[in-house]
């Protein structure tokens, strides 16, 4: 899908390594269930999803987040392949979850920000033009399947 | 997704927190969506150097942040107060409204690099919603 330089490649890599995915992960998700709170549909089973507190509060969320944040482990690990990659997760999320392919965009862009948060000024403007280039190829994958 | 009381008094507490840096956050805001974004470099062509960190973009940064900051005074009539930068955006700039979230986005980066503990989900949320509410009405007059 995509021909990555050896610097974006590496870019890429080094973001991810230093992300902690039990904690950005459920912070992420909550987030957008906070942000876009519409999202909160897919979510039925979660238990309380009532206020902001609640949400950023809540196991199930958090549970979830790691599993959301673990599966752009494999996109890491292929970046020459993400379109593959994702081909089985696609069609789960549009055959049988159901989930409007914009959401994708929505956590790609929320889960940006709370890596900014995390990083600080070392998040510069170069890496986060390439972590959102990765984003946009990972949000396009996840969208593949639904047509 | 109109703006409640508490969005309101949210946007303009955070708005009073960051203040002394605004022009730090527009400057590196614009950067950022520059950098990250290069299709949003086409508005800004007669610029000698669109690095972020440049001497232009720090000055427009400094510009854009402040008529956010004019906005959030304004913010009980977004439309009327932003009135004449509607016209200017739409009649003279021609900038197309889709660039609005971008750079709406690349704020939120930029705010939470420089404040990730006021920066709480409640506040992102109202800062989103002011942000979205101020580009509807910087789009007003296009058409």
């Not at chain 1, 482990?73 to 549009?94: C, F, P, R």
């Not at chain 2, 949003?40 to 973009?57: C, I, M, N, Q, R």
């Not at chain 2, 959030?72 to 609005?100: K, Q, T």
């Amino acid at each position: 899908m995509v021909d990555w330089t050896d610097a974006e490649k590496s870019t890429i890599s080094a973001v991810w390594g230093k992300v902690d995915i039990n904690e950005v992960g459920p912070l992420a998700l909550a987030s957008v269930l906070v942000v876009y709170p519409w999202t909160q549909r897919y979510f039925g089973s979660f238990g309380d999803v009532s206020t902001a507190a609640a949400i950023m509060g809540n196991p199930k969320v958090a549970a979830h987040g790691k599993v959301v944040c673990g599966a752009l482990d494999k996109a890491v690990k292929n970046m020459g392949n993400i379109l593959a990659t994702y081909k089985s997760l696609s069609e789960t999320h549009a055959n049988k979850l159901f989930v409007d392919p914009d959401n994708f965009r929505v956590l790609a862009d929320v889960l940006t920000i709370v890596i900014a948060a995390k990083f600080g000024a070392a998040f510069t403007p170069e890496i986060q033009a390439t972590w959102q280039k990765f984003m946009k190829v990972v949000v396009a994958a996840m969208g593949s399947r639904y047509f | 997704m109109s703006l409640t009381a508490k969005d309101k008094s949210v946007v303009k507490a955070f708005w009073g927190k960051i203040s002394g840096k605004a022009d730090v956050v527009g400057a590196e805001a614009l950067g950022r969506m520059l950098t990250a974004y290069p299709q949003t470099k086409t508005y800004f062509s007669h610029w000698a150097d669109l690095s972020p960190g440049s001497a232009p973009v720090k000055k427009h940064g400094g510009v854009i942040m402040g008529a956010i900051g004019n906005a959030v005074g304004v913010i009980d009539d977004l439309v009327g107060g932003l009135s004449a930068l509607s016209d200017l955006h739409a009649f003279e700039l021609r900038v197309d409204p889709g660039n609005f979230k971008i750079l709406s986005h690349n704020i939120l980066v930029t705010l939470a690099i420089h404040f990730p503990a006021d920066f709480t989900p409640e506040v992102h949320i109202a800062v989103d919603k002011f942000l979205a509410a101020l580009s509807a009405a910087l789009a007003d007059k296009y058409r």
